[in-house]
């Protein structure tokens, strides 16, 4: 039952143990996507061209103002 429901993932390890690996190493560094050597890196192994801008964090930070009528 259980292992019937992880069995994809065992799949997956098995056939990309590197990128697995990266993975989970970053999970436990808590090391963001979005940084550059992880995003270069991820990039290279992924094969596809990542958007070289992160998103502007001073764009939403804070308490935004509304009007009601």
């Not at 990128?19 to 970053?26: I, N, Q, T």
């Amino acid at each position: 039952m259980f292992l019937d429901e992880l069995n994809p993932l065992f799949r997956e390890i098995v056939q990309k143990p590197l990128a697995f690996a990266g993975g989970f190493v970053s999970g436990i560094l808590h090391l963001s996507p979005d940084s550059d050597p992880l995003r270069n890196w991820i990039a290279h192994e992924a094969g596809e061209a990542m958007p070289t801008t992160a998103p502007d964090p001073q764009q939403n930070s804070g308490p935004q103002s509304i009007d009601i009528e």
